[in-house]
């Protein structure tokens, strides 16, 4: 809170901050509202203090308004498409039953969170710092039932189909397709538990896909059906959705079966920081030590230094990495300093094992995609 | 006649979300079409999250948008109507 902003990230529209406000959604505690229906309700910043976001802050981002409640009596999973040998079907339990039971803590990041930060504002959800988290997925990997139904030479393509759908037929139903290798990735997971619990309804309950170091609009929510396919699966979520202007970032995983010309879609996250504490605006203890923490993540390459710099970004020094729960998790990092009276403006960059790092200014991108920049805050020491 | 459609449009679709009818826009000529017009797939924090940044034409983009991509069911003769009201109350240029 403070700071006259409300809830919300400062930065935000003033649209953004006239409108958000924090609702409880049931079984959540209060979140940033961002919208009603289709439910988008993003973390507040406090809740990054911990590694592990607990699952009833974690984010909420839905396309569709129809969100059923699933019966697990009822429901099933279905395994099929053009390019899979025999098709099946799996109730929850001859999944938990059936194949090798894995865990791994992992990101779960919007494709656009922080969209709200950017300059000038592009419209879609107005995403300050939260539409992400962090938690311990478990589950089963894609491989192994995929590979149990008998993937053909010629698969190409998978596609992930939820039960959540639209109040009209004539909205596009938000189906996801990965390219063959990263749906056979030994990370990839349908997953069933979080953090230890099963996974909350607004979180895709019963099963969600888990995909590691890719952004959060592959990890379709209360799974149904997947399909292997031959040939490129075309849905309105996969083109012109989730696009990104080719050539602007330096990403590694490439989705060739889905490149135009022009654009490719989004793939893995960005190497990213965040200050969870203090927070912007802040006053605190001058002559004092003061730590600053936050959390750092990328696409799975692994931190490779956290610095910090406490005089606007004229010097930098490493921050202290904190607890490793795996290259997909965030990790934490603190740095202590002892400020002196007046005002201090704090920065932090993250860079990873592949030597990327944070710009200093986001790279425009039409949907607002990536939000990266490396991060500042100012407090004031008295 | 439209009318009736737009009753029957909103009737069939699921109900509102709790907290949503508490979102009033503000006044102005062609609030009451917007309102009903948008409301059908999604509540009005949309229009008022995504403001005052898109001046008129982009306000056209996101209603035709919506229209062609997500299949909203707005008379193309309401359309007008709708982009002055958005542009001018949430728009970039708008006075309020």
Known sequence: MGGGHGPVTPGVSAGTEASARLVALPGKVPLIKLSYRPPNYETPLKYFNDVLTPNDAFFVRFHLAVIPEVDVATWKLSVGGDALTSAAEYTLDELKNGFEQVEIVAVNQCSGNRRGLAQPHVPGIQWGYGAMGNARWKGVRLKDVLDKAGVKKEALEVSFDGADHALIGQTPDFVKSLPIWRALDENTLLAWDMNGEVLPHWNGYPLRLVVPGWTGTYWVKLLTTIDVRSEPFGGFWMNPAYRLPKGKFALVDRFTSQAMETNTPITEMVVNSLITNPVDGASVAASKPLEVKGIAWDAGFGMQTVDVSVDGGQSWRPAALGEDLGRFSFRPWSYQFVPVAGRHVVMVKATNRLGQSQPREPIPNPAGYHHNPVQTISIDAA | ?96
């Open chain 2, 1 to 96: 006649m439209r009318a009736l459609m737009l009753l029957a449009a909103l009737l069939i679709a699921a109900p509102a979300a709790a907290g949503e009818q508490d979102i009033v826009l503000k006044e102005g000529q062609g609030r009451d079409l917007v309102a009903a017009n948008c409301q059908i797939c999604h509540s009005l924090d949309y229009i008022e999250i995504n403001s005052p940044f898109l001046d008129q034409k982009q306000w056209e983009g996101t209603v035709t948008k919506m229209i062609e991509r997500y299949g909203a069911p707005i008379d193309p003769a309401n359309v007008p109507a709708i982009v002055t009201y958005l542009s001018t109350n949430y728009g970039s240029q708008g006075t309020p």
